[in-house]
């Protein structure tokens, strides 16, 4: 059995969040290189996009 390490969890702020959304709708930005600059995980960057798709933020 392996010992596995996790990683700390990084939290944003909301606004940190609608900057990422933004850069994924308005810039052109992928999901992934979103992921690479903030260091979220794929679902995380994946809920931030549908959220400011539906809402609009």
């Known amino acids: 059995m392996t010992d596995k390490v996790r990683k700390e969890r ?3 702020t909301p606004d940190q969040k609608l ?4 850069l ?3 810039e052109g930005y992928t999901s ?3 992921m ?3 260091g979220a ?3 995380a ?9 539906r809402t609009n933020w």
Do not use: L, N
């Open 45 to 53: 960057v994946s809920r931030w996009k549908k959220k400011f798709i």
């Open 41 to 43: 995980g794929q679902t």
């Open 24 to 26: 994924i709708t308005e």
């Open 10 to 12: 990084t939290k944003f």
């Open 32 to 34: 992934k290189q979103i």
């Open 19 to 22: 900057e990422y959304a933004k």
């Open 36 to 38: 690479e600059i903030s």
